[in-house]
């Protein structure tokens, strides 16, 4: 699922030492089930599919339609003074507020991966980071290049920049499960550097600090939830103020000007990711196999749906050939596989191969499915763009860029399988290693 790394729950658990409790009685059955299908990357993903769908039939069913705008649009705390920043609409609650623990998870997540994980070896991991740069700078160079006679568009750069991993890799296991886990690990890794260049991009692009009590408080709950993550035991009393830390680190930010899903990525990256001992799992993936269901079951479907909400009796052709929708579409379908591959080429050259038994033409598919934008995307979208008109053009250049990778992809791999000969189906392939040899 989006905000997950790891696309298998039994790889999960076998990686991180994390066990989803086994089913007994009726509510550890429920919470069992709960958990391996919030796990599971294909189910999740069409749940978040299926809630996108239902925003856009909701927004355009004429008596729906209305309720739907209605209900997005209501301010529950609308008698609270401006100047606390709490006067969010039910979307900018689910924008702001829900969406904070899927950064977290993505926070907990990274914090792993640099402690135990592939980004804990900087050679392993130099070629997927400098991947997932050239996956970066070609979808902005090509988004800046359409939009460079329009300046009112220019700010939406970068919107194409962005990977949903659990969609990229969910769509890759459905279309060719036998690719190597060599591959699969190459794929999670680039996307989690890609990760990494999108919270820097939101943290720099679109947050304006400028509240230093705003700083201060938030200063106050990342320190606390700092040092009682680190606690040896947890008794309630620690849990409760690890609870109260969050969203006063997460008010801190809103208050100072940065976007305060970034709390729940500070928070995650503050979270101790070593085990005690080898048996043991760390409170980082102990807290990530709790929040996993939150995030993929409640936080990401809605999210989906308040922001594909798009009435299409507004929608106008001209959005086809407008430079927003160009520019994001081309982004992601071409920009991306061609940054990422153009890379890898001259790696290759330098001596920088790809991961073992994989050739260049293996990537090719891997590489035009990074070109699924949607989470990331979908946000950065929303906040490049303040104008409906021009908001929900780019909404819909990053699901045509997104279904056009897919497609793209998919006929990359059909090809692939009628050229080369079929290769015997290791028991194995589905489980993604923690990292790649080369």
């Not at 299908?37 to 909701?58: I, N, P, Q, T, Y």
């Not at 190597?180 to 690990?185: D, E, T």
């Not at 330098?350 to 070109?371: E, M, T, V, Y």
């Amino acid at each position: 699922m989006p905000g997950r790394l790891v696309g298998d729950a039994g790889f999960m658990s076998l990686q991180m030492g994390v066990t989803v409790p086994r089913p007994g009685r009726r509510f550890h059955n429920f919470t069992y089930h709960l958990h391996t299908f919030a796990e599971d990357d294909r189910k999740a993903g069409l749940l978040m599919m299926s809630a996108a769908l239902a925003g856009l039939v909701c927004a355009n069913v004429p008596k729906l339609g209305q309720l739907y705008q209605v209900a997005v649009s209501w301010v529950p705390l609308s008698d609270l003074p401006t100047s606390r920043h709490l006067d969010l609409s039910v979307g900018g609650w689910v924008q702001d507020g829900l969406l904070a623990c899927f950064f977290l998870v993505t926070g907990l997540e990274l914090r792993q991966e640099m402690t135990s994980g592939t980004l804990q070896r900087p050679k392993q991991a130099l070629l997927p980071l400098l991947s997932a740069t050239g996956g970066v700078a070609v979808p902005i160079a090509v988004y800046v290049l359409i939009n460079l006679k329009s300046p009112i568009t220019a700010g939406g750069w970068a919107v194409p920049t962005a990977t949903d991993v659990a969609f990229s890799l969910a769509a890759l296991q459905i279309l060719a499960p036998r690719t190597s886990p060599s591959v699969q690990a190459f794929l999670m890794t680039l996307a989690v550097c890609d990760d990494i260049i999108g919270v820097i991009l939101i943290a720099v692009c679109f947050s304006e600090p400028g509240n230093v009590w705003g700083l201060l408080l938030a200063a106050s709950g990342l320190t606390l939830w700092s040092v009682l993550a680190r606690l040896r035991r947890l008794a309630w009393p620690a849990k409760f103020g690890m609870a109260l830390a969050a969203p006063l680190a997460w008010y801190g930010f809103l208050l100072a000007g940065i976007h305060p899903v970034l709390a729940g990525v500070a928070l995650g990256l503050l979270t101790p990711a070593r085990a005690d001992t080898p048996q043991s799992s760390s409170r980082a993936a102990r807290l990530e196999a709790r929040l996993i269901p939150l995030s993929a079951l409640l936080a990401l479907p809605l999210f989906a749906f308040c922001s594909l909400g798009i009435p299409l009796g507004g929608f106008k052709l001209n959005w086809l050939t407008s430079p927003v929708f160009l520019g994001i579409c081309l982004g992601l379908a071409l920009g991306k596989p061609v940054g990422i591959m153009g890379v890898v080429a001259f790696c290759s050259r330098l001596g920088i191969k790809p991961p073992l038994g994989a050739r260049l033409p293996d990537l090719i598919a891997p590489a035009q499915l990074c070109g699924i934008g949607f989470t990331m995307s979908f946000l950065m979208a929303q906040l490049a763009f303040k104008e409906p008109d021009l908001e929900h053009t780019a909404l819909v250049g990053v699901l045509a860029g997104s279904l056009l990778s897919v497609l793209l992809g998919t006929c990359t791999i059909v090809c692939q399988k009628r050229s080369s000969p079929r290769r015997p189906l290791d028991q194995n392939l589905h489980r993604p290693s923690k990292g790649y040899d080369r």
